[in-house]
């Protein structure tokens, strides 16, 4: 049984979904991040996005600046590689390193970002925080262990 929603959550860098989370020099710290809406069978082909979630010092959300490219299959992806560039040249001299920063959600397109808390469903489940969209990521306790199942 969990024992409820983190305050906060670490990330740990990786060479994978993770390999463009860290710190500015100014203190901040970032999670760059190509989130995306799954096509469905009944024709939504789906939705791609470039997004920059900002926290402070401590953690807390500042901000998402997130980008849209419509579906993977008609995007221009000369035009989401540059915006994903662009954002993590805008963000200046980086350290990539772990992070711990708190659970947040926004509305953006019509789709909610972020890292969001799920509730357990039962009394055997646990509480998890996927990145969204997309649930590309899924963090469970221990909060503070930095890795996350896919």
């Known amino acids: 049984m969990s024992s409820g929603p ?5 990330i740990e860098h990786d060479d994978h979904h993770a390999e463009h989370v860290g710190h500015t020099a100014d203190g901040r710290q970032f999670f760059l991040t190509r989130p995306f809406e799954p096509g469905t069978h009944d024709g939504n082909d789906g939705q ?13 959300f500042l901000e998402a ?11 221009d992806r000369a035009a989401a590689r540059a915006a ?7 963000l200046g001299d980086v350290t990539f390193a772990r992070i711990e920063v708190e659970p947040f959600a926004v509305e953006r397109f019509g789709t909610t970002f972020g ?6 469903e039962d009394d ?4 998890w925080v996927t990145i969204e969209p997309g ?3 899924a963090f469970t306790e221990p909060w503070d262990s930095g890795y996350y199942d896919t």
């Open 48 to 60: 791609e996005f470039v997004a920059l979630f900002l926290f402070d010092a401590d953690g807390r």
């Open 6 to 10: 983190p305050r906060r959550l670490a």
């Open 135 to 137: 649930d590309y990521m």
């Open 84 to 90: 994903f560039d662009g954002r993590l040249r805008d």
């Open 65 to 75: 600046r997130i980008d849209a490219f419509g579906p993977r299959d008609t995007m």
């Open 115 to 120: 890292l969001v808390p799920r509730a357990p």
């Open 124 to 127: 055997d489940d646990r509480w």
